[in-house]
């Protein structure tokens, strides 16, 4: 198998803090609050842009290929009545492979911890069957509270939303509807209060610098991978996953070393992610390092290789190695 590797160092963005796990052992404020949210959906309705909207910092990538995410990923929202503790999830869909039936199942465990669900519909699209099925599954979830969320409102007409929020309100007696967009930070707030009002009253569940539990490893291969959706078409998103093999941290200057694999299911497809000599690749790494290098607070040298996992979504000892 030929391996391609694209390096290259650049100077470092500030540092961001580095995640770390705990539980916060505090006193309850009065009326202080905190617990899970799980945001659902059709894949591509905002769901990651939301988390991190709302987090403040990018916790989950976002891309406008269907089925970006697919574990779930915590972001933690600080407030001084209580801390909200968001839960992106795959977006919920008929699978077609094996990998669609295991990303349904995140979806489906999440959704038995959590407090609340909000449930994002796009402004700007009609419901769906896949909207009215998904809408139907959370009746398996009866212990949570339901939120419709109306994403998007900033790409619709205020007639067209007005619509839509009266077709979602018909779906459900939901505990709160509420339109918003997360691109524009239109009615986040007053998001994040009706989520926070429907919480069980608790003390931190994180400590207050935590911005998400995921791990820097995690973190990094979702940020390879987002920066190798760009540009793809058809059925390659699907197909992409990326691992990693070490992270090296030299003790002699301020240079951290990424060693990545980015697997594809066939040879036509490693050979997109390559480009011609290379060219796409070398794009790649430089995306992700872009993202990358504020992450960890230093220079990445960052080694990419392509392999190839044939027809890894729908193999579960390959599944199992890449993860899911």
């Given at each position: 198998m030929t391996e391609h590797e694209e390096t290259a160092n650049t100077e470092s963005a500030p540092s961001e803090a580095t995640p770390v796990s705990g539980l916060v052992d505090a006193s309850n404020p009065e009326g202080h609050r905190a617990g899970f949210v799980s945001f659902v959906g059709r894949p591509n309705v905002g769901k990651s842009t939301l988390t991190n909207a709302l987090v403040g910092e990018k916790v989950a990538i976002t891309s406008s290929k269907p089925q970006t995410t697919r574990r779930a990923i915590r972001g933690i929202v600080h407030r001084k009545d209580g801390q909200l503790i968001l839960v992106d999830t795959p977006g919920m869909h008929r699978p077609r492979t094996l990998?669609?039936?295991?990303?349904?199942?995140?979806?489906?465990?999440?959704?038995?911890?959590?407090?609340?669900?909000?449930?994002?519909?796009?402004?700007?699209?009609?419901?769906?069957?896949?909207?009215?099925?998904?809408?139907?599954?959370?009746?398996?979830?009866?212990?949570?509270?339901k939120v419709a969320i109306v994403t998007k409102i900033d790409a619709a007409s205020r007639p067209a939303v007005a619509a839509q929020l009266l077709a979602v309100s018909e779906l459900r007696d939901w505990d709160a509807v509420i339109p918003i967009s997360a691109i524009s930070h239109i009615q986040l707030d007053t998001l994040a209060t009706e989520l926070m009002k429907l919480l069980p009253l608790s003390p931190n569940l994180y400590p207050n610098e935590q911005t998400?539990?995921?791990?820097?490893?995690?973190?990094?291969?979702?940020?390879?991978?987002?920066?190798?959706?760009?540009?793809?078409?058809?059925?390659?998103?699907?197909?992409?996953?990326?691992?990693?093999?070490?992270?090296?941290?030299?003790?002699?200057r301020e240079l951290v070393e990424v060693y990545a694999n980015i697997f594809v299911e066939r040879d036509s497809q490693k050979s997109i992610i390559i480009g011609k000599s290379g060219s796409r690749l070398g794009a790649v790494g430089a995306a992700a390092r872009k993202q990358i290098e504020p992450l960890i607070g230093k220079q990445v040298f960052l080694s990419l290789r392509v392999k190839v996992a044939k027809d890894w979504q729908r193999d579960p000892k390959q599944l199992g190695r890449l993860g899911f």
């Open positions: 990998l669609g039936e295991r990303l349904n199942a995140v979806v489906q465990s999440t959704l038995g911890d959590v407090d609340v669900i909000g449930y994002c519909i796009p402004a700007n699209e009609k419901l769906g069957p896949g909207d009215k099925f998904i809408n139907e599954q959370l009746d398996s979830f009866p212990r949570a509270k998400t539990d995921e791990g820097l490893e995690a973190r990094i291969s979702e940020l390879i991978r987002e920066a190798a959706l760009e540009g793809v078409h058809d059925e390659l998103p699907h197909s992409i996953a990326v691992t990693i093999d070490d992270i090296i941290e030299r003790d002699d």
